[in-house]
């Protein structure tokens, strides 16, 4: 199936990539999950002794996606995904698998996320920014939202890039989040002398396909 247009509104719309379950009168055609698409969170080490460690690239394998517009009214949209936060995998090649079956282990445990006390990662749309068009079927925008992480909310501001996809989208962006911010300590070891930096680079490549009937 070819490409098509972007030309609507509502096309960007479901570029936000996140999406709240549809009220009443809010249709919610497209959606999204790990098995078309994929969340990424990158920590990079610091700390004194940081040429002892190693940078973590960690898979989120549980999440989804929706996304609605009210199409017949003022243009209402509702945004939203959620992720199991029990669900992050340590993913880095140069360690081995029980290295980072330990790592996934120590990142849902009460140290890091807390999965147990903060079962979902929340992220809902507050507010909606367009760029320009880049061409018929490119599309750039910012998504002004509100992240719940570890029991904390705070707003966050998430770029964009959207293409069209077959009967869909591929939204694409990345997105900067620091742990202290929601009240979470960054992971060390050895006096302090290894550990991970406080800022957290999440990398997202969502396919939005047409919700089944």
Do not use: C, N, Y
Not at 48 to 61: F, K, Q, T
Not at 144 to 166: D, I, K, Q
Request: aromatic share 4%.
């Amino acid at each position: 199936m070819g490409h098509r247009r972007l030309s609507a509104p509502s096309a960007l719309l479901a570029a936000a990539l996140l999406a709240l379950p549809p009220r009443p009168g809010v249709a919610a055609p497209f959606t999204a999950d790990a098995s078309t698409g994929s969340i990424v969170v990158h920590a990079v080490k610091a700390g004194l002794l940081s040429g002892l460690a190693h940078d973590h690239r960690l898979v989120a394998e549980r999440w989804r996606a929706d996304v609605g517009w009210d199409l017949e009214g003022a243009g209402a949209f509702d945004l939203r995904i959620v992720v199991d936060a029990s669900s992050l995998r340590e993913t880095a090649t140069r360690l081995g698998e029980a290295s980072r079956s330990l790592i996934g282990r120590e990142v849902a445990g009460p140290g890091v996320l807390d999965a147990g006390r903060f079962p979902e990662i929340r992220v809902r749309a507050a507010g909606l920014l367009a760029s320009p068009p880049r061409g018929e079927e490119e599309r750039e925008g910012e998504l002004r939202a509100e992240v719940t992480l570890h029991g904390e909310t705070r707003p966050v501001s998430v770029p964009f890039r959207l293409t069209a996809s077959g009967a869909g989208f591929r939204a694409r962006g990345t997105v900067l989040l620091r742990q202290t911010d929601f009240g979470m300590t960054p992971f060390t070891t050895a006096m302090g002398t290894i550990g991970v930096d406080d800022e957290l680079r999440i990398e997202f490549d969502l396919l939005l396909h047409p919700r089944p009937p």
